[in-house]
């Protein structure tokens, strides 16, 4: 684990103390839990289990991240999936269900990534044809209706239990697991950083720059379709045109506050988790403290700036702060 | 005029698909819908003009989606609640605006962060500033509005021409003549093409960033004025998405995303031709709404691709009298 939690880390961990401190003080009943059939309840919890899509999608956008590029379409792929999903749960077997909705995540990643590794063209304007074009694909599935079942076993996988914890949960736990054993766990990690240093000179070195591009943004699709599914459980139904709006920017958002620079070239799997789930402690804070939703955003506005500030190069970061101090101190 | 096949592309795309939709439906060829489509899209070929500015230097501006919605809000809060007469409503939300565009290109330049994030802040901050302002949509009554409204040059055929179509063809025009005509429109090219080259070459780089966004987030206040004529409300759900029909009317219109190279009339054309595919689908009363959305993504792959085998072929005869030279 030490390779997934690098000592960058500190920024992001003392803001989540400092978030989570501030939920104590609006909320006193903020870190109670309870165990109630098989399952933990509690504030906690629930920021952990709705933190989950955007978890989810921080895992694949990471990486993509990592070689220089971004996906804008996971929210679309999101609402493809769970409009598969929920169209085929009740008719077909989870199996079916789940081989067909991370398919279509799969083939959604595999366009973008031919559109970037082999046209060429520029991660931005690439994904953005399919953030565009997806939701109309997941309308059509869904007929332009808010599709619903009934299948227990989906509904399961969102709001289920394993030990304790809430299925989708777990689900993003193993996700990380599996992310960073393969990233990690091989010298891919570093392959993929390397094409995002320098995708020539990676070249050059003999990097297979194309399959790692190609590879990272199916990696980005399969897990938009896996958020995409557990957002459709959550709900017990589809709507193409609210299933994960805006999640990408909320994705993009956790790498860039787990401390991924949007030039590429390193990432931490770890952080980005932590980055999505400062976001979404965030958002269970302003819910919690009775101030209107409308804070929301204004709040997520100030600490995003604060984030970037903190992390600009034209400033001296946490580690520069810490120096002066220590300096004034001696 | 490197610039000039890709426009020319577009233009001969928004003709042919006129011309189709045309034999299909011969209603569309006529002044009253010419009309219509310009005043429906009036909005958006104001803020793709100052988009457009935005990405020849290479920046990307996601918050103009949200300084519309603060715009509309404001001007109707400040019209109906505040007793602002509108004319100084409209002055003191377009400083406003170009003062927040102004303070987003500061921070770009300053703390060197990437435009897409600093704008994405931005674009959470205007839309969560407007939802505090009011959540419910506000009517506006005010006379100027119904004067507004009511005023257009009558075409021949029965169209109108409306006000709100009139200020956005003169925002084109402008936009335009800055772009090709003045130093300030040299310098967005010269940012686009290398800011260190730009900075080398004497190009004040942080002035220019700051006022390209500026240029940006005012136009951006300007379409919100003309959002609030064209409904005649202020809320603050309006213009949400308008930052990605924006992006995709600048890339249709030939502008490359990477910087450097684009025109304002490509995306007058960009905005003509989604304004088309939304007018089609009107007329034709049996496709659904998502297929506009999967038109325009089709568009938008086509355009691309295209001005990617452009930029390929452009390369070549180069990259062959470099070899034969050596």
Known sequence: MTALLPRRGLAQILALIVILAVDRVVSPQFFDLRLQDGRLFGSLIDVLNRGTPVALLSLGMVLVIATRGIDLSVGAVMAISGAIAASLADSHGLAVVLAAALGAGLLCGLWNGFLVSVLGMQPIVATLILMVAGRGIAQLITEGRIVTFTSPDLVWLGNGAVLGLPVPVAIALGMLILTGAVVRGSALGLLIEATGGNARASELAGVGTRAMILAVYVWCGVCAALAGVIAAADIMGADANNAGLWLELDAILAVVIGGTSLFGGRFSLILAVLGALIIQTMNTGILLSGYPPEFNLLVKAVVVLAVLLLQSPKLPGLAGIAARLRRAKA | ?326
């Not at chain 2, 020849?56 to 109707?76: M, P, R």
């Not at chain 2, 924006?246 to 490509?266: D, N, W, Y």
């Open chain 2, 1 to 326: 005029m490197k610039g000039l096949p890709p426009v020319l592309i577009t233009a001969i795309v928004l003709v042919a698909g006129f011309a189709l939709c045309a034999v299909q439906f011969p209603n569309i060829a006529s002044t009253r819908v010419v009309g219509n489509l310009l005043t429906d899209n009036a909005f958006l070929g104001i803020v793709a003009t100052g988009m457009t500015f935005v990405i020849i230097s290479g920046g990307i501006d996601l918050s103009v989606g949200s300084v519309i919605g603060f715009t509309t809000v404001f001007v109707a809060l400040a019209i109906e609640r505040w007793g602002v007469p509108p004319l100084v409503a409209f002055v003191a939300v377009l400083a406003l605006s170009a003062a927040f565009g102004a303070a987003m290109g500061a921070v770009i330049h300053v703390f060197d962060l990437p435009p897409f994030i600093v704008t994405l802040a931005g674009m959470f901050l205007a839309r969560g500033a407007s939802f505090l302002l009011s959540t419910e949509s506000v009517p506006i009554t005010a006379p100027v509005y119904s004067t507004v409204s009511d005023f257009a040059l009558r075409l021949p055929g029965g169209g109108r021409l409306t006000a709100i179509a009139i200020i956005m063809l003169l925002i084109v025009i402008g936009g335009a003549l800055l772009l090709h005509l003045t130093r300030f429109g040299a310098n967005v090219y010269a940012l686009g093409g290398s800011r260190a080259t730009a900075s080398l070459m004497g190009v004040a780089v942080g002035k220019m960033t700051v006022k390209i966004y500026m240029l940006s987030s005012f136009l951006a206040g300007i379409a919100g004025i003309v959002f609030s004529f064209y409904t005649s409300a202020g809320y603050s759900l309006s213009a949400v998405g308008v930052e990605l029909d924006t992006i995709a009317a600048v890339v249709i219109g030939g502008t490359l995303l990477t910087g450097g190279q684009g025109s304002v009339i490509g995306t007058f054309l960009g905005v003509l031709i989604q304004g088309l595919i939304q007018t089609y689908i009107n007329f034709d009363g049996t496709l659904s709404s998502w297929w506009t959305k999967i038109a325009t993504g089709v568009l938008l792959f086509a355009f691309i691709a295209l001005q990617q085998a452009l930029v390929a072929v452009a390369r070549r005869p180069v990259a062959r009298s470099a070899g034969a030279a050596s």
